[in-house]
C-alpha cells in the first residue's frame, strides 16, 4: 500500500480538482491492510448477479465484471484515482472503463464532416443501385439512367465512395434518393462473389477506420481475462448502472472532489447498448408482471432520479462537473443509439422500448439545464423508434399512459422542443417525422385516457406555435392534398406535410387551413359559373324561339352566378331557405349571398347581411317550442328529441346551415354538448360522454357501476327503460324480453354499455344521420379530420369569453376622433357598464354577430367613426365592416340613451 501522499497525487490527476484527499488516512492501514472508508460506504452491498446473467431478452454481462482476484489485485496498486479506487471499496459490479475516442465524438467539427461525407456516399450508393426514377434521366452515374452499366455490389460501394470523397455533387440527380442517415451502406457490400478474391479496395474500406463509416461501429468496453491484465487497468467503470452505485459514485464525487469513475461509467454505460438495457434493473418477481402488461422492464422511476442527481449542481458538485458529465453522456448515448439504429430489430421488443423510455427520461433533464446536445440524442431516439416493431411502440403507448400528467407534459414537451429546433430544415425530412411519429403516438394516448375517463392532458398542450408559426399554410395545403391523392406509392417517397400531424395546430390555424380549402372549392365554382357564362349567348336564343323561356331562366342565371344566393323573407326564414336549399343544391359549395326580400330592404350582402340571417334563423331552428331538441338546464345545452314528430329534412337542413356558417366562416349560437361534435367527425360515443349530454344520469348509473353490495336487490333495474314521451311514459327494451332479465352485479357494465348506446346513438339515429348528412353535404372534405370535437366546437361557436379590454386595444378610428375623444371614453364607459346581455348586442349591433371570434375579441379589429356633429340621430352600424358611425354626442347620459336604443331596437337593413 502507498502512504497518503501518493494516494492524494494519484486522485489530483483526475479533474483537476483541488479538494482534500483524506489527508490522515490512506486507502489501507499501514498496520493491518484493511481498507478504511466513509461511514456511507459500509452500507449493506446488493446482490446484483441475476441482473447480470443471461435471461430471455436481456444480454449476459457477467463475463465482464471484474472478479475478486481482480479487485485485491487492483487494491494493491496505486496508479488508480481516488474515486476509481473507492469504487473497488464499494461498488457491487466493475468492468475496465472505455476510453473515449477523438472520432466517437459526435459534436465535434471532424464528426459534422464525417456525417456530410457518410450522407453523400449513401446518395450516391442509392442512385447507382436504385436510380433516381426519373423518365429520360442521362446521368452516367445513374441506374435510371439508359446508358448505365450495372455494377456489382461491391463495386458500386467502391464507386460511391470515390465520387463521395472527390466532391463529384454534379453527378449527383436532384431527384435521387437521401440515404438514410445510418447505416450508409447495406451490410456486406464489399464482400466478393462467391468463389473469387477480396480485392486491396474491398479489404481496406472493410477494416477499421473505414468501416466504421459505413456500419454502426459497436463499441465494447475492453474484458478483462486475467489477473496479469488488471496490473494495466488505469480507469474502471460500472458494468451497468444501478440507484445504488450510481449514488455511491456521486457522493465520492462531492467528499474527494474527484469526477473520473462516474465520468468513465457514464461514457462506458451509455454508449455500449447491452449495458444500457441492464441498467436499473427491478426486482424478478416485478418483471414477469411489467412484461406481461407491456410496460417498461426499467425502473424508470429510479433511472430519472439518477440523472438529475448526477446532474445537479450545488457547492461540492461544481457546474463545471455537471456540464462535463452532461457532454459526455450526450456523446456516449449517440454513440450507443448510433449501434441500435443500424439494427433496431436485434434488441428485443419491450427492451428496446424501455431504453427508449429511458433515454427520453434523460432527455428531459438535460433540457432542463439547456443542454444543446439534447436534440442530437433525440434525432437519433426518434429514427430508432420509427424503425421499431409493433410491440415495441405498443409498450410505449402504454407507458406513456402509465405517467402521471407532469410527467406526460415534460414528456411532450421535450419533442415539441426538438421539432421546434429542427424546424429551419425546410420540408420533415426523416428525422423530424419521426419525432412527429412518436408525439402522435403520445398524443393518441393521451385522447384514450382522457376517452375512458382517466387524467389526461390537455390536447391544446400537444399545439406546437414554435413550429406551426413558420409554416407557409397554402404551400403545407397543397402538398397535404396531393398527398391525399396519390393512389400508389411510389419509389421517391412523396413530400411530407406538416397537416399531417393536425394536433400540432391551434384551432385558429385549422380554421384557417378549412377556410383555405373552402377558398380553393369556390374558386372551382366561380370558374364553372364563368364557363357557364359563355352558354348565355345561346341560351337567349331558346328564351325567343320557346314559349317555356320562363321556366329555364332561372336556371340559366343560377348556373352563371358565382355566389350562392338565398333570397328569403323575414318572416318565412326557415321554410325559404329549405326550399331555396333544395332548389341550389348544386350550388351550395359557391361563396353565400343572402338577400331578403318582400320588405323593402337595400342591403348588400358584404359579410354582415349573412351574419344576421344566421343569427335569426339559428333562433328558429334551435327553438325549442319546434320539438326538435330537448333542453339539459344542468348543462344549458341541448340535444336531438328522439321522440320528435318533425321530419328528417329539418334536421338536415339545420346540418346544412351549420356546415354553410363554417364554410363561410360565419361563427354561431349553437349549444350542442361535445358529443355532438364527437359524432360528426365519426367517433363512437361511450359511457364518458354521458356525462356532457345528461351529467345527473351518467352521474346514478356511475354509482350503480362503483356499488359493492348487492345491485339486483338494491336497484331493482332490470333491461328495460323507461322514457317520458310528450308527457306519457313508454319503455324500451336493451334486450329481447328485457323486462325479465335482471341487472345484476355480474351484468351491470353490459346494461350501462347498451344504455349509453340506445342513448346517444339507436334512439337518434335517424335523425342524426340526416344531420350528419346535410353537414357533410358542405363540410364532408378531409379538412374537417383535421378536427378535434374541442377544435369544431370552437370554430362553429366561437369563444365564449367576452374581454372587451382586448377589443379596444385593436380599434381603430376615424374621421376626427381618436383614442382620447371625449366620446370615444364615453363610449367605452358605457360598454364597460353593460351587463353581458348588451354587451353582446352592442358586438352584435357593430359586426352583425355577438359571437366572439377564435383567438378572443383581440382578433376582432372594430372602427369607430364620427358621424356628423351632435343630434338626436341613432348610432348607424356598417356590419360588413365592423364600422360604427357615432355622432358627436354632447353628453355621456346622451350617447349611452342613444347607443342603448340602437342596440336593442337594430334590425334590418339599408344603404348608407
Known sequence: AKAPAAAAAAASTSLGTTAPIMQSKSWHDLSNDQPVLPARMTRRRLSVQPYLQARPGYPDLSTRKLTSGQVDHLKSVSHMSASNMAALMSATSLTAALQPKAYDAPHSSSAAAKEKLVERIGRFHRQLTSGCQAPGCNNTFCASSKGFKPQSKDMSGILAVCLAASHRERHLCTKSLPAPSSPALPKGTFEPEQGKPKGFLQSLFSATPFGSLFQAREVTPPPIDHEADAGNVRELSLTHLTVFDVQNAVETC???????????????????PPALAASFPLAPEDLARREENDLPVIDLDGARQTFELVLKPDRAM???????????????????????????????????????????????????????????????????????????????????????????????????????????????????????NLSRLFFCANQEAADTGKPAMDPAEFVNIALTSKLDFKEEYNIWKRGLKSVSVSVVPRQASYLEWPFLLGPGQKARVMRIDAVVQMSKMFQKAFVHQAWVFQAKKIFEETQSSGEIRPLVVDATNPYLVLEVRRDHLIEDTLSQLALKIKDIKKPLKVKYVGGGEQGLDLGGVQKEFFQLICEEVFSLDNGMWVHNAETRTIWINAATMESNREYELVGMLIGLALYNAVILDVKFPKTMYRKLLGYQPGFGDLADVDPALASGLQQLLDFDGDVASTFCYTFQITQQVFGTFEQRDLLPNGGDIEVENSNREQFVRLYVKYLLEDAIAHQFRAFSRGFGKVCGGPALQLFTAEDLELIVCGSPHLDFGALRAVCV??????????????????????????????????????????????GLQITIQRNGPDSHRLPTALTCFSRLLLPEYATKDKLKDRLTVAIVNGAGFGLV
Open 813 to 858: 378610428y376615424g374621421d376626427g376622433y381618436t383614442e382620447a375623444s371625449p366620446q370615444v371614453s364615453w363610449l367605452w364607459e358605457v360598454v364597460d357598464d353593460y351587463p353581458e346581455a348588451d354587451k353582446k348586442r352592442f358586438l352584435r349591433f357593430v359586426t352583425g354577430s355577438d359571437r366572439v371570434p377564435i383567438g378572443g375579441l383581440r
Open 318 to 436: 461544481t457546474m463545471a462537473l455537471v456540464i462535463r458529465f452532461s457532454g459526455a453522456m450526450i456523446d456516449a448515448l449517440c454513440v450507443g443509439l448510433r449501434q441500435l439504429e443500424s439494427e433496431p430489430l436485434a434488441t428485443p421488443d419491450i427492451t428496446l422500448a424501455s431504453m427508449a423510455m429511458m433515454v427520453l427520461e434523460l432527455c428531459t433533464v438535460l433540457v432542463k439545464m439547456n443542454a444543446t446536445g439534447a436534440v442530437a440524442i433525440l434525432s437519433s431516439l426518434c429514427r430508432l423508434i420509427a424503425a421499431a416493431s409493433e410491440p415495441a411502440t405498443r409498450c410505449l403507448h402504454t407507458t406513456f399512459l402509465s405517467f402521471e400528467v407532469p410527467r406526460r407534459q415534460a414528456l411532450v414537451g421535450v419533442l415539441k422542443m426538438h421539432a421546434s429546433a429542427r424546424a429551419h430544415a425546410g420540408r420533415p425530412d426523416r428525422t423530424m417525422v419521426a419525432s412527429l
Open 254 to 272: 462531492r467528499e474527494l472532489g474527484d469526477g473520473s469513475f462516474l465520468l468513465n461509467t457514464l461514457r462506458t454505460v451509455l454508449s455500449h
